[in-house]
Structures are given as structure tokens and as C-alpha cells.
């Protein structure tokens, strides 16, 4: 059984009671929980899903030979959820072990934004303002993203943030290292993988998962 966390720091929180129906972080109130697996694979990958109810679950698809599935995570409850996350990881020729979180997520939720280490809840004015920077396929629609500036926090050469408006949603992708980013101009394409079926179970998961904050 997953631990439930806050969605916008790393303080587990508290679960409902003394009359409330919300889950509580000692810093930001009330929350919805953020249930993350102790270890990806298989069996945790379908519980996610379970948990993630009717929520998409995106991943590239479909997955490049050698890479895999490292990390994944849902906030909500009940079949509930307001956001999903997965990372894959792999080598590129140009940047060595690269990772790419892809987070799909309601407006507010701020969960994107502790993945991409940001300082803004949602993605800020970038999102939208002229040229997309990036285009993404989400099964037939092209989706287009814009970079998300991770100046003034830390670590912010580490990682290339971009963000944009997928089916009503924020959909944000994190690429580490930042050069990688050159990775999605190789028309990536994006699948909610709870409406593949069995292929699902054809999916590598390796691990340890990629830290973030």
C-alpha cells in the first residue's frame, strides 16, 4: 500500500476525521492525496490505474527499446483523480540516462509544479504566449507546449519544463537533463495507457525511480 503525501510538498498528510472529509498537509491544508508506489512494476502499475479511476494515464508509446518505466504516481482517491504522473527513463547517444516525466493534471493541483521544481502552481504566462516551443501527439490530436522558465530555483539548468492545454487539462513534461529536450522534436507520441488493454502488460518497469522534490 502506497504512502499518501501532499501533492505540492513532501509532507505525508493526515486522512480524514474529526468531522472532515479532506485529507490535511501541515503546510498547505486541505489537499487531495498523492498516492506514489514504493517500486514500479507490474502489480503497482495496476493499482495505479485503479486508483487513477478514469483520470488519463499518459506515457510515450510506444516505449523505445531500452527504456522503461521507472516511476508513477495519482492524487485523488475513490477513483477519483485530479492528476496522474509517469516517468520513463533510457539513454540517448547525445545525453547518456535521460528521464521524462509527463503529468497530466487539473488546474490548481500545484503536483506538476513539485515535479518540475517551479515556483508557480500552474504553468505561468509562458503557457500560450506565441510559438509552441514543442508538439506532441496525444493519440490523434497535436498538442503544442511551451517552455516553462525554471530560473531563480534550483537546479535550474538541470532540466527542460514545458507545458501546455491537452483534453481540458494541464499536460507538463519534465526532461532530464535540459538537452534531452531535443528528444520530443522526433514527433513523441502520447497514449493514455489505461485504455490499451493487455498491451499494458507487455510494459518494462525497472526502478530505482528518479528523485524529485
Known sequence: MPSADCPRCPA???????????????????????????????????????????????????????????????????????????????????????????????????????????????????????????RVRLERQQVPLWTVSTSATPGEWDRSVLAGEAQGRWLWLVVRPASAVLLLRDDWILRDVSTVGPAVVELPFDGPAPGWT
Open 12 to 134: 505525508p498528510v493526515a486522512p480524514p476525521g474529526d468531522g472532515s472529509s479532506l485529507w490535511s498537509c501541515p503546510e498547505h491544508g486541505p489537499v487531495p492525496p498523492l498516492w506514489r508506489g514504493a517500486e514500479a512494476s507490474y502489480d503497482a502499475f495496476a493499482e495505479h490505474l485503479r486508483r487513477a479511476g478514469q483520470f488519463p494515464t499518459f506515457l510515450p508509446w510506444p516505449l523505445s527499446p531500452g527504456w522503461a518505466v521507472t516511476d508513477f504516481a495519482a492524487v485523488g482517491e475513490g477513483g477519483d483523480a485530479v492528476a496522474t504522473m509517469t516517468c520513463v527513463s533510457g539513454t540517448s547517444s547525445l545525453d547518456g540516462p535521460v528521464d521524462v516525466h509527463v503529468v497530466a493534471e487539473e488546474p490548481g493541483t500545484g503536483f506538476a509544479a513539485r515535479v518540475a521544481g517551479t515556483a508557480r502552481t500552474d504553468p505561468g504566462p509562458e503557457a500560450g504566449h506565441g510559438p509552441a516551443d514543442v
